[in-house]
């Protein structure tokens, strides 16, 4: 049994990260040498806590807003915390999709968040339920994900977009735009962002996490020049200056125009691998709900009540396969039937074989 088990490639549909390949490691190498080269004055010693300012300039391009608008830092996550530390205060109720990002809920409540989950659809939030929680009470921000979102994969359409930021006009509360998997659509159109629906409302967040590298921690906040200066207050108590030579580096990556063929190749590497999944799903687990998502890193599905769900994770690890516990992107109770299945650092081989040994395990 134990040689059998030691023969079993070990698959995890647990880890959301790129995978070896998508890191562009020689022109990240080339990058770093050419700013210590250009700016080693600026990258190596302390400097504001908003950021370099030529990749704050190059966001705020992107965007449409102004430099000032822009906060660079050490990863999306630590700006999340950065806007917790600011927004909230213990016993703040915070709307969320639910399911939502694992990590976020765990940030909201350290600190002292009431969250308040709100059903997500194939199209994004229940506007219904949102608007029926919002007579109940104002929350001081909805937390959204509105592009392949996680876990679900799910994309907010353009209407329930439209309609989310007159509601969050109307009962005057800030929406957190969180979009780290924007650039990475694999078919089908942009949907407008929600910041450009009403830029004084919306707190947008992204990152080079996914279309770069994790290690190299950039993440960026565009918002109203106000609530920079108040972040970057938080910002400076905390570590003075974020990471500049990392900062730098992604600059000179933007600068010499490699960023966009890098996402062209990330999409023909993560690609395949979503409609692998995809088919799998078909193939071995028809009976599963879940929505095609149209990039990303994920598919989220829901198991039907008849398969067997029971210690799943453990008895998939017996297996060697990796499969995150539902419960933990569901604030309020659920989740046992719903799994993440992120696809990225997977070859399709192994995909296939993870949805096949995962329908086995269920099935009976
Ligand atoms: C929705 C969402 N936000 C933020 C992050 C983290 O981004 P960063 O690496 O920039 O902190 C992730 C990473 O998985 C994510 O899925």
Known sequence: MEERMNNVTSISFNRGVPCVEAFPVSEIQECAAAILAADAATVLQYGKSTGYVPLRETIAEWYGARPEEVLVSNGSLQIQEFLSALLLRPGDTVFVEEPTYDRTITTFRRHGANLVGIPLEPDGLDIEFLATQLRKVRPKFLYLIPDFQNPTGVTTSL??????????????????????????????????????????????????????????????????????????????????????????????????GWLEPNVERLKGIYRPRLEATAAALREYLPGADWVEPEGGFFIGITLPPAMNVANLQERAEKTGLSLSDGRGFFPQGGGERFLRLAFTALSEPEIREGVSRLARLVSH
């Open 159 to 256: 209407s329930k977009r439209e309609e989310i930021a007159r509601l969050a006009e109307r009962h005057d509360f800030w929406i957190i735009e969180d979009g780290p998997y924007r650039a990475l659509r694999y078919q089908g159109a942009d949907v407008p962002l929600m910041r450009t629906m009403n830029p004084d409302r919306v707190l947008h967040l992204s990152s080079f996490t996914k279309i770069l590298s994790p290690g190299v921690r950039v993440g960026y906040l565009v918002v109203p020049e106000r609530v920079v200066e108040a972040v970057a207050k938080i910002a400076t108590d905390t570590y003075v200056t974020p990471g500049l030579l990392a900062q730098g580096t992604a600059y000179e990556f933007c600068r010499r």
